[in-house]
């Protein structure tokens, strides 16, 4: 039994939602010219050549291939600035059966900071409603339609707090983010 100044949070660290499409991000760069592999290697990362622009991690951290910072690095610090906007056009245009795929895009100074500001990727991406967004450097096609059918989601992460007899302490749309705000309040209550 909870009473009314009692106090229970739960809260998860991800969603879940329907996974429709898994896609191939590593493939549209190779498509798009900005992710290229020596001829007759392995395709894997070790093996990328200097025409690449970018590469991708899993979950959709892209990086520029910066001279300098990485092996084989070609874009220098004037053209750094031209090859994000291309990339953010590029997966800001990007439609699958008429659908965005991509619904966020963030530069790293938006989510990032700190002292390891310069290794966090340069673009991180968010996939919309439905598409998974992978790396697979060695994807022959830009989709596919995955054996599972749900995958986790940054949204969608729940709280409940029960047990408080003032209105205001928690936002009408709880997040993560906001239980250290909330325990903050509740503290000062009391």
Do not use: W
């Not at 025409?51 to 070609?74: E, H, M, S």
């Amino acid at each position: 039994r909870i009473a009314d100044d009692d106090l229970l949070i739960m809260l998860s660290d991800h969603g879940f939602e329907r996974l429709e499409k898994d896609v191939y991000i590593s493939y549209l760069l190779r498509q798009e010219g900005f992710l290229q592999f020596k001829q007759g290697e392995d395709i894997v990362l070790n093996n990328i050549c200097y025409g690449t622009k970018a590469f991708v991690l899993d979950p959709a951290r892209i990086y520029l291939n910066l001279k300098g910072k990485f092996p084989c690095g070609t874009v220098g610090p004037a053209d750094s600035e031209e090859t994000l906007q291309q990339l953010e056009n590029l997966f800001g245009s990007l439609r699958i059966d008429g659908r965005a795929v991509v619904r966020d895009i963030y530069r790293k100074e938006q989510i990032y900071s700190g002292p390891y500001l310069e290794d966090a990727p340069d673009l991180v991406l968010v996939g919309a409603q439905g598409f998974n967004l992978k790396a697979n450097v060695k994807a022959e096609r830009l989709t596919d339609k995955p054996i599972f059918t749900g995958k986790h989601t940054q949204d969608s992460a729940f709280l409940i707090v029960r047990g408080l007899s003032d209105e205001g302490i928690v936002p009408d749309m709880p997040a993560v983010s906001d239980v250290k705000g909330i325990v903050e309040k509740i503290k000062g209550r009391t």
